[in-house]
């Protein structure tokens, strides 16, 4: 194998830059100022991309360059055999970037830049060492050190942050990435000037990684205190559904804060310190409780956590969030199809969850395991996972024990079996001796898996730089004295007119499930249809069915069945409606129900929830 150039790395490279996260707000000065970087020559000429559009992932050899030989096992040795934990951690990783690298790639750009990097930035493919690059750079916004000096700016004003993008530019200096949130996501851009239109506005011209060497920009109100940014709009100007946010849905990172060399869940100073979680999931319904308080995917009750989008996540039916929390002790509830990573600094713990009623209870050294999740766990080099059923699970860094609910003989994880997985059916309990969580990517049923092109956006093809579908493509720069010279178009533009694309590609439910009571009608059910714009589509028409599913994929449904009004249509409104629909089945079994568009890809499914009498 081999050994890959430190030329692409980023998180161990001496930055010279400072950071500024404190003070109180300062007047805005409204000087135009500028970086000197330029998209179309210092970005990439490739889109942001999904994990599926390379062979690449994070592996052994990523973790040595990041974090040093202490996270492989075998020494100094190439290739890295990562411990346990590191592996772990890289899935979580690999996992995290299947939507999108646009951290990573504003990241890179930044490095390459400042570093006077050969060959530039435009001129290298997405391969190798550019795209294992990449990775390591989308890994820096797991680091305790870079959230935190995210969530501070995230607490300030516009004005301040303003302020210190043009007090970095006026030094020519190129030191922050932007990241932008809204209720479809997050998405990180690369801020390369800022010019003031007129008084109350400002226009920051950024590198967005979708649109490769295109003049995208991020505009601000400043007597409202508010942004506007184009993430899918062909022409920025003209983009109908425009992301709009205000102080509190935009931070900036600066890149000191990446250039840690000690590892998350391990000691030092880069450590997580209560507990860091990444979280996917079908329907926005997860909840963490913590020592003081509820952390939601939209808000938190506790001082001493956060919660934010995670920075490549723009999916019509799967959200991804980051939750920081200083509470050693959480409880997780997963009510919808989950896949979510726990982080401290003596574990990595990896749950895949149908979706139930049930808590996961995380402490110290110890996991309660419901029947409705998967649940893995990796402490130093030991690996373990229960699945099928109801367990505890002990663990410290010498031994994890399982003891599935019923049963007095556990199962020992140690030095001389380092991995396990426990798979409990009843009263039966089968015992393998190997864990997925040290596998380089998770195994994740189909509802949690993104897309390779996020919803409103044009194929990654048609958005390279230098083809000819791909935006029109400017170099704008602002000189000292506040003046802007003339445009110079790079990329040759198409006249083919874009027209809004309304296929349906996801089903939203509208509404809480309410109790299923065996043979009685469910509460009314009401599904919206999300075109590929991530919209609404309050027009459209179609027809739904429902269906009724076991709580696990290769489950029997023993002769139960939904009854009742299990087809319904949309005539011009753009939702199916279902009312008087019944379960008849067992009571104290778990189902789930599917919702399908017919003639179409699009669904959802419920559940799996218990069946009452």
């Known amino acids: 194998m081999k050994p890959r150039r430190l030329a692409t790395l980023v998180v161990l490279a001496f930055i010279t830059t400072a950071c500024s996260g404190g003070g109180n707000s300062s007047p805005l000065s409204q000087t135009p100022a500028t970086s000197g970087m330029v998209a179309a020559s210092d970005g990439f000429s490739f889109p942001n991309f999904g994990a599926a559009n390379t062979k690449e992932l994070m592996d052994g050899e990523d973790l040595r360059i990041m974090f040093g030989d202490g996270v492989c096992t075998n020494g100094t040795a190439t290739p890295c055999s990562p411990t346990a934990e590191a592996a772990a951690w890289a899935q979580m990783v690999n996992q995290s970037r299947q939507a999108g690298h646009c951290e990573g790639m504003v990241v890179q750009a930044i490095h390459r830049y400042t570093t006077k ?47 210190e993008l043009t007090k970095s530019f006026s030094s020519s200096a ?20 800022i010019e003031y239109p007129t008084e109350t506005t400002a226009k920051v011209n950024i590198y967005d990684s979708n649109w490769p060497g295109a003049n995208r920009y991020v505009m601000f109100d400043l007597e409202a205190e508010t942004w506007t940014f184009s993430f899918s709009g062909r022409d920025p100007e003209k983009d109908p559904n425009p992301w709009t946010g205000g102080k509190g849905d935009i931070d900036l990172t600066s890149m000191e804060s990446r250039t840690q060399s000690s590892a998350p869940f391990d000691s030092g100073s880069n450590t997580v310190t209560g507990n860091f979680l990444v979280i996917r999931s079908t329907q926005p319904t997860w909840s963490i409780t ?45 009510p919808a199809a989950t896949s979510a990573y726990v982080v401290s600094n003596n574990k990595v713990v990896s749950v895949i969850s149908k979706g139930g009623a049930e808590t996961i209870a995380i402490t110290a050294d110890s996991i309660d395991v419901p029947s409705s999740a998967q649940v893995s766990i990796a402490v130093e080099n030991l690996a373990a996972t229960v699945q099928g059923g109801n367990a505890l699970i002990d663990f410290q860094p010498s031994a994890i024990t399982i003891t599935p609910d019923g049963n007095t003989q556990p199962v020992v994880v140690n030095s001389q079996r380092p991995a396990a997985t426990v798979t409990i059916s009843g009263s039966s309990v089968k015992t393998s001796s190997s864990s997925p969580i ?3 990517e998770p195994s994740l049923p189909s509802e949690l898996l993104p897309a390779d092109t996020k919803a409103g956006l044009s194929p990654q093809s048609e958005r390279a730089l230098g083809t000819s579908n791909s935006p029109q493509t400017t170099t704008t720069t602002t000189t000292a004295a506040g003046t802007t010279n003339s445009s110079t178009t790079i990329v040759p533009v198409t006249t083919t007119s874009v027209v809004q694309n309304t296929n349906i590609v996801a089903l939203q439910f509208m509404g809480s499930l309410g109790p299923w009571r065996n043979g009685q009608p469910l509460e009314p059910y009401v599904f919206r249809f999300i075109n590929n714009q991530d919209q609404w589509a309050n027009t459209a028409s179609g027809s739904c069915t429902l269906t009724l599913l076991p709580e696990l994929d290769n489950g029997s449904l023993g002769g139960a069945s939904l009854s009742g009004n299990t087809t319904a249509t949309a005539n011009g409104t753009g939702q199916c409606e279902f009312s008087g629909v019944i379960i008849n089945g067992t009571p104290n079994t778990k189902y789930r129900i599917r919702a399908q568009l017919s003639g179409g890809s699009a669904f959802t499914i419920l559940g799996p929830a218990t069946l009452t009498n």
Do not use: C
Request: glycine fraction near 4%; proline fraction near 4%; aromatic fraction near 6%.
């Open 174 to 193: 190129m030191t922050y990435s932007m990241g932008l949130y809204t209720d479809k996501g997050g998405h990180a851009v690369l801020p390369l000037s």
């Open 290 to 334: 913590t020592s003081d308080g509820t952390v939601t995917p939209t808000e938190s009750t506790s001082p001493t956590s956060t919660v934010r989008a995670l920075r490549n996540s723009t999916s019509a039916t799967l959200r991804e969030h980051v939750v920081f929390t200083d509470s050693i002790e959480i409880d997780v509830q997963l």
């Open 438 to 440: 040290t596998d380089s």
């Open 117 to 163: 990097a050969s060959p530039k930035t435009v001129d290298l493919t997405n391969d190798n060492d550019t795209t294992n690059g990449i990775i390591r750079a989308f890994a820096t916004q797991f680091f305790p050190v870079v959230r935190k000096e995210s969530d501070s700016w995230a607490k300030k004003s516009i004005n301040d942050i303003l302020s």
